[in-house]
């Protein structure tokens, strides 16, 4: 048996990171080492939204389901049209057939969770006749960058209050109050939002702990049905508050990992926000106290707070916006390259981690980088490590 064939797909930019708008060139790389007859070489392009759920068991099992197509252009590489044959048998030898795709402005940034994913491939596929074709894919990453400076109020403080009575058979209690503070509501991965936050037990119940987490929010719009999932991104706790008592937050920090931006723009059925979340949990029986305070985290971080790094943001074009997703802010980027002067910036590997990314239509033949994560932009100026710091299994 002879040696087996090389079959991938080289791009020219070899981070493998794109923004809208930008060009994706590269080639098919082919390298034999016996005869293959053969039909065509042809490479496909594809973006896509999808969400997939299914609740309940037995006969009243449901799936839920969404899909939204950006791209999917097929273009021939070798084939008929440049050899006037129906198939030909190639010797053995490296062939290389050069690409290249537009992408489109506006287009969400990549995301990969167990039920939902914004993605985009491009599969190189040889057309075999009357044998097994072969498939390679390559995976890569959008960034659709979120300029925080352009979204209103994210240089402004914001708080919450809210509160909850215990009751017991007939008796109320006092209620517990929860606070919340921030000094500003945008950041971006790699910051740490220091919150402030005062907890009063105006019960007799003593509470079991409070705690504070940084909580992204992930809402997947089915054609019938959206679903809520929380993400605990990261989290601090206090102990026991008594009856009467009172617990102080004083100038904590909740670090950022390498996630998407706030709404997903461009995505009409994903969409993500991020809370700070203080919670309180009662002793025995009741319902946790929970007060969120919704942040932006975007990709350009506020120019004052980038000056205070050392940093100097390049003046950005005024870009022509697409329709923002439901609920979103006006003012974001849609179209723009992520800064080049920008050092202290960096693409770092999905805090959600790798996922299984084969699919429907693949095969046993189909090669590539399946194993996959999207990377989002991360400002080093805490120091720590994100690919060791963060474990998140997003859904």
Known sequence: ???????????????????PDQLVSGRVVLQLFDDMKISAINVIFKGFANVR???GGGDKRRTYSSTEKYFHTKVCLFGKEQTGKDDVKLKPDKYSYPFSFQLAKGLPSSYEAKIGRVRYTLKAHIDIPWAFDKYTKRLITVVNLL????IPGAMNGSS????KTLCCLCCKSDPITATVMLDRTGYVPGESVVFRAEINNRSDREMTCSSAKLVMLVLYHATSKTKKVNNVLFELKHGKIDGGGTDIWMNEKLHIPPVPPSYLQGCNIIDIRYYVMITVDPSGAGFDLNVPLEVVIGSIPLSSIAEQHGMVLPQQPQATL???SPGAPKGIYSATAMPTNLPQATLVESAMGRVNTTEDDDTKETTGNTDFA????Y???DKPDPKNTFTVQCQ
């Open 322 to 324: 697409l329709q923002p």
């Open 147 to 150: 300029d925080l400076n352009a």
């Open 53 to 55: 759920w299914s609740e």
């Open 379 to 381: 400002y080093n100026w």
């Open 1 to 19: 048996m002879g040696k087996k064939e090389v079959f991938q797909i080289i791009l020219d930019n070899p981070s493998e990171i794109f923004y």
């Open 374 to 377: 999207p990377v989002y932009t």
């Open 160 to 163: 919450k209050t809210d509160e």
